[in-house]
């Protein structure tokens, strides 16, 4: 262990972990889709660090902006109006093809999701909130509360009035469950959803939040027809429909917004990671025309010191221009086919692997014990003998890095990732599946 981890370890209590054994990569460089230990060692970024660095590593176009904003006024009060405020509102108001919307900026996801609870619950005046089983929207409370995942149970018990669902998962349907076609998958999970919501009083919701792609619990994409059924259940009863986009947007699934590979157009959306790409925080809710003219007369009661940060909505402008002018989307869509072809073939090949899930450059690997019955690799919020930290730790000896959740690892690399990149790294998730196959035998 390195002086730099020891030293780290002593003064910096890090995510989601005991800490006692830690041993976190020391790393030294990064660009493009790479980052580089201390002792030279050169890592695949499969999993774009968070699912935020969509433009990669070391982006001069960022960061010059970024340099440029901090000499001119790196800080201003969000009463204040300023050029790069507005630009960039403009900006994501044009691509979200919400006409008429508008932004209030802040931080991260997680208070992004804070402040559309916030925003729902006023312009409905009711205080139900609903959100699905195995989602993440992050870990302040409000944020926590909305989660479906074990990670909301240190919160817990919870705030009253948040209500939990079964959005769709047919892979891991209920056993009677016989789908022939993806029109029946969309059928049952909304019969689900509309009882649901009688059960518990339409009078009584304010919102339903979703990941349009649920991202860290398994890149579980709507089947068709799905969220234009969600749309339509909150337009009956009168429900704002939310979508979380803060990793399924600006370009993941190779459209600014996941919602807009759908017919549907939602009343709130949240964002953050790839506004920016990491560069600097910065995050926000898009609210639409109807949610937006209601504060007109209404008293917002959101705020926070950094909202629309100066050197934040100036690298959120630099990246939308970006996305534009290096045709990030284009290579999305073109590398997302070889990387869903590339999936296929690893299912069909390893034992292991009990289903690939794949929009874009958005991807999944779910790990079994037995394709047949499909059991998970690790029970579900357990791991006891540490298997995905083991697995995690060869793919890293390969130099492909990546993060786990449940009996599953991502496969979401930074957008500008080449067609020759990836193919690289999955030799490396081969030859690791591989060894995945012997531990199961």
């Not at 969309?186 to 339409?202: K, R």
């Not at 050197?311 to 070889?338: H, P, S």
Request: contains cysteine; glycine residues 8%.
């Amino acid at each position: 262990m390195s002086n730099v981890v020891e030293m780290g370890k002593k003064y910096n209590l890090y995510s989601w972990s005991a800490q006692r054994n830690l041993n976190p990569i020391n790393v030294v460089k990064a660009e493009g889709i790479y980052f580089w230990d201390e002792d030279g060692k050169k890592y695949y970024d499969m999993s774009a660090q968070l699912v935020n660095m969509n433009l990669g590593h070391g982006n001069k176009k960022l960061i010059q902006a970024i340099k440029d904003q901090a000499e001119k006024m790196a800080f201003l009060a969000p009463s204040f109006s300023c050029d790069v405020r507005t630009e960039a509102a403009r900006k994501i108001v044009e691509v979200s093809g919400l006409e008429g919307a508008k932004i209030f900026f802040t931080n991260a996801g997680a208070e992004a999701n804070e402040n559309a609870i916030k925003m729902a619950k006023a312009y409905t005046g009711k205080w139900k909130i609903f959100s699905m089983y195995r989602s993440y929207h992050g870990a302040t409370y409000g944020a926590a509360n909305l989660t479906g995942e074990p990670r909301r149970f240190i919160n817990e018990p919870g705030i009253p009035g948040f209500i939990k669902f079964d959005g769709p998962y047919p892979y891991r349907a209920p056993k009677a469950c016989k789908f022939e076609k993806e029109e029946d998958i969309t059928e049952f999970y909304l019969e689900l959803l509309e009882n649901q919501i009688l059960y518990e009083g339409p009078q009584h919701i304010a919102a339903i939040f979703m990941e349009t792609v649920v991202g860290s619990n398994g890149v579980l994409i709507p089947p068709k027809g799905y969220l234009e059924g969600v749309r339509a259940l909150c337009d009956k009863y009168d429900i704002c429909m939310v979508c979380d986009e803060v990793m399924a947007g600006f370009g993941r699934t190779g459209k600014w917004f996941a919602f807009q590979n759908w017919d549907v157009k939602p009343d709130l959306v949240t964002f953050a990671k790839g506004v920016t790409c990491g560069y600097v925080p910065l995050g926000g809710v898009i609210a639409s025309k109807k949610i937006a003219d209601f504060f007109d007369d209404n008293k917002m009661f959101c705020g926070l010191t950094y909202s629309a940060h100066p050197m934040g909505c100036a690298a959120a402008i630099a990246a939308i221009d970006a996305y534009k002018e290096d045709k990030v989307f284009e290579n999305v869509l073109k590398v997302g086919k070889v990387l869903g072809e590339g999936l296929e073939a690893l299912k069909a090949k390893h034992p292991c692997v009990g289903d690939v899930r794949y929009i874009g450059l958005f991807s999944i690997v779910e790990f079994v014990k037995d394709k047949e019955t499909r059991e998970p690799l690790v029970p579900f919020g357990k791991d006891p003998e540490g298997i995905m930290p083991k697995i995690l730790g060869m793919l890293r000896a390969e130099g492909f890095y990546t993060y786990a959740h449940e009996n599953m690892i991502h496969v979401s690399p930074p957008l500008i990732i080449t067609e020759q990149e990836l193919k690289e790294a999955l030799q490396m998730l081969d030859k690791v599946m591989d060894s995945i196959d012997n531990m199961i035998k």
